[in-house]
């Protein structure tokens, strides 16, 4: 069974880098055709696609964001991470990873969010 | 590239609910579509602009031309209330794409 766990902290500052961890199960971030995507989702507003790592340890990033984010993965672990920089509280939502199977471009499986609120 | 999407749609139980997503010629595209109620992580109900998942009712299908994707939800049941959110890879950016979300109203 394929699982994803996002984990992190409930609270941030603004200015302050964070620090958000996927854990996966059930697949392996090695195999050929399987990506980990980040997805953030603010109070009441949409979806917004954020960081892609696939499984040759290549990185994508939505544009808008992408001097601030980075995604990175230890296949040791089963995990992919993603560091925001400078957070600010506009960055508050809930954050969820999502993998890329063997079907490509479809984000098959989700996890069930974990949820960041930037305030001093 | 930009996905739109109506805000809102109602629909009767037993009826029909037909939600669109418009793109510029969007049907060069592979759209997949996602299920979110409240207080929980979204979910796949249709990939590849009409395959769907194991699990998911034969009730919602799929259909992409032109420069619109329809998610189409036939007999309407309260428990479809929710947003919905078709989604793209644009391969002009390398970025995933998602639509601006639809709500889902049951009457």
């Known amino acids: 069974q394929v699982t994803l766990r996002e984990s992190g902290p409930a609270l941030a500052k603004p200015t302050q880098t964070l620090t958000l961890t996927c854990t996966v199960s059930g697949f392996s971030l090695t195999t050929t055709g399987m990506c980990v995507s980040w997805i953030r989702q603010p109070p009441g507003k949409a979806l917004e696609w954020l960081a892609l790592?696939?499984?040759?340890?290549?990185?994508y990033y939505t544009t808008s964001l992408r001097n601030r984010l980075t995604i990175s993965r230890d296949t040791s672990k089963n995990q992919v991470v993603l560091t925001m920089t400078n957070v600010d509280p506009a960055d508050t939502a809930t954050y969820y990873c999502?993998?890329?199977?063997?079907?490509?471009?479809?984000?098959?499986?989700w996890g069930q969010g974990t949820v960041v609120t930037i305030s001093s | 590239y930009v996905l739109t999407q109506p805000p809102s749609v109602s629909v009767a139980p037993g009826k029909t609910a037909t939600i669109t997503c418009g793109g510029n010629?969007?049907?060069?595209?592979?759209v997949h579509w996602f299920q979110q109620r409240p207080g929980q992580a979204p979910v796949l109900v249709i990939y590849?602009?009409?395959a769907r998942p194991s699990g998911i009712p034969e009730r919602f299908s799929g259909s992409n031309s032109g420069n619109t994707a329809t998610l189409t939800i036939s007999r309407v049941e309260a428990g479809d209330e929710a947003d919905y959110y078709c989604q793209v890879w644009d391969t002009g950016s390398d970025h995933y794409v998602f639509g601006s979300g639809t709500t889902v109203t049951v009457l």
């Open positions: 790592i696939d499984w040759e340890d290549d990185k």
């Open positions: 999502a993998r890329e199977g063997t079907n490509r471009q479809v984000l098959d499986v």
């Open positions: 010629n969007i049907r060069s595209k592979s």
């Open positions: 590849y602009n009409g």
